[in-house]
């Protein structure tokens, strides 16, 4: 069974730091791709951030750039979103989602979703 489970998640004032963790068991790296979503209240989901399983690919969105930074570590089958200078408006229930093949790491589709970790900032 694969599954997919964030940690991280909490409340921070603006300006803090947050990282999230996204576990994988149940399937390997190999050729997958890794995205974190958020979806805040009355908002529609929006990919923030993604990497390849190769490592070498990351992407995020204009309004994250400079301040998130995905990683991973292959040895613990984990990928990370550290989540720095953060403002009121990243606050959003995140996700992470796995894909074997080609997507829009924005929107998906994904095949595997993660429950889901809130991050709440305050001003």
């Known amino acids: 069974e694969v599954q997919l489970v964030e940690s991280g998640g909490g409340l921070v004032q603006a300006g803090g730091s947050l990282r999230l963790s996204c576990a994988a068991s149940g399937f390997t790296w190999n050729d997958y791709v890794i995205g974190w979503l958020r979806q805040a209240p009355g908002k529609e989901r929006e990919g923030v951030s993604c990497?390849?399983?190769?490592?070498?690919?990351?992407f995020y969105i204009d309004s994250v750039k400079g301040r998130f930074t995905i990683s991973r570590d292959s040895a613990k089958n984990t990928v990370y979103l550290q989540m720095d200078s953060l403002k009121p408006e990243d606050t959003a229930v995140y996700y992470c989602a796995a894909v074997g093949g080609p997507t829009d790491w924005k929107t998906g589709p994904y095949d595997y979703w993660g429950q889901g970790t809130q991050v709440s900032v305050s001003s």
């Open positions: 990497i390849h399983s190769s490592g070498d690919s990351t």
